[in-house]
């Protein structure tokens, strides 16, 4: 599967939303995860979705303000973002683990099979 995501340039407290987009095969195959990555720090994980689409899980760090959701018509998955502040700058990629079951999750870089190329997205103050 190609993944291709989508980002962009907003002040804090705006919102923003990202969306990745499948080809190849459907996106509910797939346990559906969000990442980020700042400079100088490891990638780390920001919100899964199961391969169901009925359990979602997020990082403390973006909880109460960021929502991952799929749509499987257009194949997509989103991350919607509100509140956002200028520490959620970062480069953002989707990822699809391929040995998802449908009702867990995984949360760690190394579960994930295909990985989109990233986009940047930055919060300025």
């Known amino acids: 599967v190609q993944l291709q995501a989508w980002g962009g340039l907003v002040q804090a407290g705006g919102s923003l939303r990202l969306s990745c987009a499948a080809s190849g095969r459907t996106v509910s195959s797939y346990g559906m995860g969000w990442f980020r990555q700042a400079p100088g720090k490891e990638r780390e994980f920001v919100a899964v979705i199961s391969r169901s689409g009925v359990i979602t899980y997020y990082a403390d760090s973006v909880k109460g303000r960021f929502t991952i959701s799929r749509d499987n018509a257009k194949n997509t998955v989103y991350l919607q973002m509100n509140s956002l502040k200028p520490e959620d700058t970062a480069v953002y990629y989707c990822?699809?683990?391929?040995?998802?079951?449908?009702?867990?999750?995984?949360?760690?870089?190394?579960?994930?099979?295909?990985w989109g190329q990233g986009t940047q997205v930055t919060v300025s103050s």
């Open positions: 990822a699809a683990d391929a040995a998802s079951s449908r009702y867990s999750f995984k949360v760690v870089t190394t579960a994930y099979d295909y």
